[in-house]
């Protein structure tokens, strides 16, 4: 039971490149989130999706888009890569609280 | 709008010493509060909750405390060891929100 998996770990991107982050869950969890965590800013949700074919956003949803594929899938688009996305992206699973989150991808935008 | 907080960023303990992380929140609302651990390089682990129907919850070395009056919850951990540092986090949800807003996290370090 692998619980939340995210893909890739690491990542650089130049600005302005685009780049999909994976999740997957194998909990059969209705709810997925996104969460960025900066240092001393605690954690902080970009969008979530409360089941399969719903997506809102949550609190600092811009320059990021969503798709919940399946029950399993969650992923999470930049389309164009700023400085300030620069941060580790926590993908998370709900079926009943609390969250399941997976190890994170570190994401550096030069 | 309303947020958890934490009062001390980072706590130093001795390794057998009983340790104390608070989180103040500021939501009357709020019905349901969590606490996580997060090692270096992993995400958020669960390690303990509470209602708000509740005071005290008690796990294996870990206990919540709740004090609605004053808006105040703590994570007490009993004989800190040295793999229970990490950074730790207090959250909670209101209003049959099942979303929970974070708190900064403290950084607890056990040393030997």
């Known amino acids: 039971n692998a619980g939340v998996t995210q893909t890739p770990k690491f990542q650089v991107l130049k600005t302005g490149q685009s780049m999909t982050l994976q999740c997957a869950q194998d909990?059969?969890?209705?709810?997925m989130y996104w969460y960025r965590q900066d240092p001393g800013m605690g954690l902080r949700l970009i969008y979530y999706?409360?089941?399969?074919?719903?997506?809102d956003k949550g609190e600092v949803p811009n320059g990021y888009n969503v798709s919940r594929l399946n029950k399993r899938e969650f992923s999470l688009r930049l389309e164009s890569a700023a400085p300030s996305q620069t941060s580790v992206y926590f993908c998370?699973?709900?079926?009943?609280?609390?969250?399941?989150f997976g190890n994170g991808t570190r994401l550096t935008v030069t | 709008g309303e947020s958890v907080g934490l009062h001390l960023p980072t706590l130093s303990v001795q390794e057998g010493d009983n340790s104390i992380i608070n989180c103040a929140y500021s939501?009357?609302?709020?019905?349901?509060f969590i606490w996580y651990k997060q090692e270096s390089g992993k995400g958020p682990q669960f390690i303990i909750d509470i209602r708000s129907n509740m005071d005290k919850r008690q796990g294996q070395r870990v206990t919540v405390l709740l004090n609605k009056t004053v808006k105040h919850l703590s994570l007490q951990i009993a004989a800190t060891q040295p793999g229970d540092s990490a950074v730790y986090f207090c959250?909670?949800?209101?209003?049959?929100?099942?979303?929970?807003?974070f708190g900064r996290g403290t950084s607890l370090i056990v040393h030997p």
């Open positions: 959250a909670e949800t209101a209003g049959g929100s099942y979303i929970p807003t």
């Open positions: 909990m059969n969890h209705n709810s």
């Open positions: 939501n009357s609302a709020s019905d349901y």
């Open positions: 998370a699973s709900e079926g009943k609280s609390p969250l399941h």
């Open positions: 999706s409360a089941s399969e074919g719903t997506t």
